[in-house]
């Protein structure tokens, strides 16, 4: 990719970051500098030369399929709870933030969301903090290992997101671990989603179109295929499946801690393919306590930033309560109690 502007591309690139991993400081220098330019031109790539082994990618798959096939009554026992962790059945969530489109037929998928983990007897649970509170796991009995495999994927999806942040904190030309500390506690969503076949009907959507909210999110898909990302002539351009890669976008907190010099492009899905799809994005924000204000370096001298300071926790519960039917009814009795 030449020099471009913002959403002027027809593929998703490329981008092989195993330079982080190593000690060369100018490949390490170069990986960053091309990062850089397809977070402000694209906001999507795939990673390759990552150290995930495939095993653990395609563990965390048999984990979904061997949820997602349990009798329905069995999975509602997990419904999603306060704390956004859980079940959410077919059709659950309609996006209604979009600045994409007017959405209002529900999303053809179902899912399950685990979170970073809070224990009950953890001070930010005592305490009632939003969003902070224990995973909801299945009976051991009927899917045995599943929690150790879940937990070991977050852990390695954590550990790459971290190399991530670093590289992004280079790419902006800040030491590497400059941004590191907004992320001593990340939030931390690992979800499974399972997508049946679709019929073809206008509007209708495995995922409608929409943007994520937070820093980065690191997706792996099976071979299925139908993920799609709206560049800025309006074309829905595919984000086919590559083995052993991740799909990385920037999310909106990224967008404007960057001072949208970074974009957060619209994405969607609609599986057509006749097969069920699978998909597991694992969405790597800031601690909730942290303020996120736009970085100096992103704002040109003698300009203002262009939004303000928001603390983490309060930009994701007000974006989670506007997006989430089951959410609604809640948030809206708090707001007029
Ligand atoms: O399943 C996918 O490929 C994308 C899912 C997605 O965009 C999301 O959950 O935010
Ligand atoms: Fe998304």
């Given at each position: 990719m030449g020099e471009r502007e913002r959403g002027d591309f027809s593929e998703i690139p490329i981008l092989?970051?195993?330079?982080?991993?190593?000690?060369?400081q100018d490949a390490i220098r170069a990986t960053a500098a091309t990062l850089r330019r397809y977070l402000e031109t694209v906001g999507f790539l795939y990673v390759v030369?990552?150290?995930?082994?495939r095993a653990d990618v395609e563990a965390v798959r048999e984990a979904s399929k061997r949820f997602f096939a349990l009798p329905e009554d069995e999975k509602l026992k997990l419904k999603i709870d306060r704390n956004f962790r859980g079940y959410l059945p077919f059709?659950?969530?309609?996006?209604?933030?979009?600045?994409?489109a007017t959405v209002s037929k529900p999303n053809q998928s179902e899912s399950i969301f685990f979170m970073h983990e809070v224990g009950e007897d953890d001070p930010r649970a005592l305490a009632e903090k939003p969003l902070q509170g224990p995973n909801q796991w299945p009976d051991e009995a009927a899917l045995g290992g599943f929690r150790e495999t879940i937990e070991n994927y977050v852990g390695e999806m954590s550990t790459l997101a971290r190399k991530m942040v670093g590289a992004i904190a280079l790419s902006l030309g800040?030491?590497?671990?400059?941004?590191d500390r907004y992320f001593d506690q990340p939030t931390t969503f690992l979800r499974l989603l399972h997508y049946p076949t679709q019929p073809h009907?206008?509007?209708?959507?495995?995922?409608?179109p929409h943007t994520d909210y937070g820093f980065i999110t690191l997706l792996a898909q099976d071979d299925v295929g139908g993920l799609e990302v709206k560049n800025k002539a309006g074309e829905w351009v595919p984000a086919p499946p590559i083995p052993d890669s991740f799909v990385m976008n920037v999310g909106d907190i990224l967008a404007r801690w960057s001072n949208d010099q970074f974009v957060s492009t619209p994405h969607r899905v609609i599986n057509r393919s006749g097969r069920e799809r699978y998909s597991q994005p694992f969405f790597f924000d800031p601690s909730m306590d942290e303020t996120i204000a736009a970085l100096p370096v992103c704002v040109p001298a003698g300009a203002s930033p262009k939004y303000e300071p928001v603390l983490y926790g309060d930009y994701l519960m007000e974006r989670i309560d506007k997006n989430y039917h089951y959410r609604k009814k809640k948030a809206a009795e708090a707001a007029s109690a």
């Open positions: 092989d970051v195993s330079a982080l991993y190593g000690a060369d030369g990552h150290p995930i082994p059709a659950g969530s309609t996006i209604v933030t979009s600045s994409v800040l030491p590497a671990g400059s941004l009907e206008e509007g209708l959507f495995g995922s409608a």
